[in-house]
């Protein structure tokens, strides 16, 4: 038996037990006559004690040798502390050590295994099994355990049953490249990995498992962004006859219940906004509503006046970022040097200070008066001390970047609170999205998803106008959760894809199967699928998703610990009848 207790466990009512431990050195400290040793495992940490008075002298000779992470075993007495550490939940007791057995020694570790440790980013991820000792990593982990548990519990109360799908198939486009994996037997021939288990959770439903889940990897070769992962897990979910709102209610729920849960926050009904509406009010189809800074759009009280930037703009649109009528020239410009670096792109920045007397004072006071300052202050909602941002320009990036001001004053101004939880419903997204560069449309979730009702016609007109039964569900600036209603009947989906610009053959040849499938009684269906490592991130009140991954890949998409992906040997690529273009 390694252990009769956790290094966690022993309090003052085992004072007097005989009891065996199992764990890593933290620390020792050698006073000369007596040691002491940090024991640690999983559970928590327990002092150990030798000394001349008590101890065999062999075992506080070998204790005296114990270097930092050597794995043990002891057995001793517990016995009262003489200095209690009220920080330690067995800070009450220490261990008198009659046995010592070192079961592993260590080399030193190249950074110190302490919550605020000395080891970079890069030296952490490479011995990540030591990173993992340390609490605020091991703590995530166990937190993320405990997130997963509850969604099994909850959706397998509302009687979703967990399937398995395979990882080995055909591409299924969520807008990003497939990684793909040769097949040895098929000369030639790729697997794809899934970016999703879109169409197979679709053929479940035409399967009649009617609610399904699944916790699942996805993978998707997209260029990287930071805290991107190659390969990320997936909440999947899909129910059949069901309209957008039994999805958004059913997963509210799943939603409100992991808050509660997990971090005892109660959430009303979550607002539901459009996306329309959402450009309109935060520029931004994820906005962060934990704070005000709403867009007022500012056309019909700023333009027809003698300034020109802004009569020549299609959209002049600001915010009121509170307290900030006391921000100095310099502060100002500042602001303007962030606004205008390439990551934003705006060209200027008109301010109005509306000062606590009432006053305004403005960087356009040539152009405008008093009352117009007036107006505009009720447009965006300013009460004096305020300063009124305003951009302008063509709508969609004046609205990106005001978007990317708000959240950045929010966070001046302590306003994003990570203890705090938003969430909220953005529906009716586009169902077609103009890529600029080819002048094609592509779907702007996937190509499963079905246009609103009576919409399809507009394809052939105005197909930007055509709106989508798809839906997200954003948690503080973040999205979440995303998912639609599909089409479920072939022809739709055949228009669907002759839109996308698939030649029919192409369409058949990709999506046969589940065209195909469509013909033998495809019952109305949708779902939507949750990103577990955001989730749990942002419900562990952090946004960086890596320190909630037991081995995550770093931003070049690299496993530095194994040191993948990884040339492969010329036998292997031959029996894959496989040949590099480059020299490795
Ligand atoms: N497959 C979609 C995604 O991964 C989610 C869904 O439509 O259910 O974003």
New binding site residues.
């Given amino acids: 038996m390694y252990r009769s207790h956790t290094c966690g466990e022993l309090r003052s009512s085992h004072i007097n037990n005989e009891v065996t431990l199992s764990g890593w050195v933290q620390k020792t400290r050698d006073k000369g006559f007596v040691v002491w040793v940090d024991l640690r495992d999983r559970y928590g940490i327990t002092q150990l004690v030798f000394d001349e008075e008590r101890s065999d002298p062999k075992i506080l000779e070998k204790a005296r040798d114990l270097g930092r992470e050597f794995v043990l075993q002891v057995k001793g007495t517990v016995i009262e502390r003489t200095s209690k550490n009220p920080n330690l939940p067995t800070g009450d007791i220490e261990i008198l050590v009659t046995q010592l057995h070192v079961l592993n020694e260590s080399l030193l570790p190249p950074f110190t295994i302490e919550d605020k440790t000395d080891g970079g980013e890069d030296l952490r991820m490479k011995f990540r099994y030591l990173d993992i000792r340390r609490n605020p990593v091991k703590e995530n982990l166990i937190f993320r355990s405990k997130v997963t548990l509850e969604v099994r519990n909850y959706l397998t109360k509302q009687g979703f049953i967990e399937v398995e799908t395979p990882y080995l198939i055909k591409s299924t486009p969520?807008g990003a490249r497939d990684f793909v994996v040769p097949s040895r037997m098929n000369e030639g021939q790729f697997y794809a990995l899934p970016q999703?288990p879109?169409t197979f959770k679709q053929l479940l439903m035409v399967g009649g498992l009617d609610k399904y889940f699944q916790i699942v990897k996805?993978f998707r070769d997209e260029d990287l962004r930071a805290d991107r992962q190659p390969e990320f897990t997936?909440i999947?979910c899909e129910m059949a006859f069901v309209e957008q709102d039994d999805i958004l209610n059913a997963f509210e729920g799943l939603t409100r219940h992991l808050l509660a849960e997990i971090i005892g926050v109660e959430t009303g009904e979550f607002p539901r906004l459009t996306y329309d509406e959402a450009m309109r009010r935060y520029g931004n189809d994820k906005p962060d509503i934990r704070f005000g800074m709403e867009f007022g759009e500012l056309n019909e009280v700023a333009k027809n006046r003698d300034f020109n930037v802004f009569n020549s703009s299609e959209l002049v649109v600001g915010i009121a970022v509170p307290g900030a009528a006391s921000y100095t020239r310099k502060e100002i410009d500042q602001l303007i040097d962030w606004m205008r670096r390439p990551q934003i792109g705006a060209k200027g920045m008109v301010y109005v200070k509306y000062n606590e007397d009432g006053s305004f004072k403005s960087s356009v006071d040539k152009f405008y008066n008093q009352e117009d300052f007036t107006k505009w202050a009720k447009h965006t909602g300013a009460k004096p001390g305020d300063l009124i941002c305003i951009l302008s320009g063509n709508i969609a990036e004046t609205r990106t970047q005001l978007s990317a001001l708000r959240m950045e004053m929010a966070e001046r101004l302590g306003l994003r609170n990570p203890k705090e939880f938003a969430p909220l419903w953005v529906v009716d997204f586009p169902l077609l999205e103009l890529d600029e560069e080819t002048g094609n449309y592509h779907a702007m979730?996937?190509p499963f998803t079905s246009p609103k009702p009576g919409q399809l016609e507009l394809l052939d007109t105005d197909p930007a106008a055509v709106r989508a039964n798809a839906y997200d569900l954003v948690l503080n600036g973040n999205e979440i959760g995303?998912?639609?209603i599909r089409i479920h009947d072939k022809d739709t989906q055949a228009t669907m894809f002759r839109h996308l610009g698939f030649t029919p053959e192409k369409a058949k040849a990709q999506f046969g199967f589940l065209m195909d499938a469509f013909q033998y009684g495809a019952p109305p269906h949708g779902?939507?699928?949750f990103g577990l490592d955001r989730l749990v991130a942002i419900l562990g009140g952090q946004e960086t998703i890596r320190d909630f991954i037991a081995f995550p890949k770093n931003n070049s998409g690299r496993d530095v610990m194994i040191d993948a992906p990884a040339f492969i040997d010329d036998a292997q690529l031959k029996e894959l009848h496989l040949k590099l273009d480059i020299q490795t």
């Fill in positions: 969520e999703s879109q996805c997936q999947d979730h996937h995303g998912g639609s779902g939507i699928a």
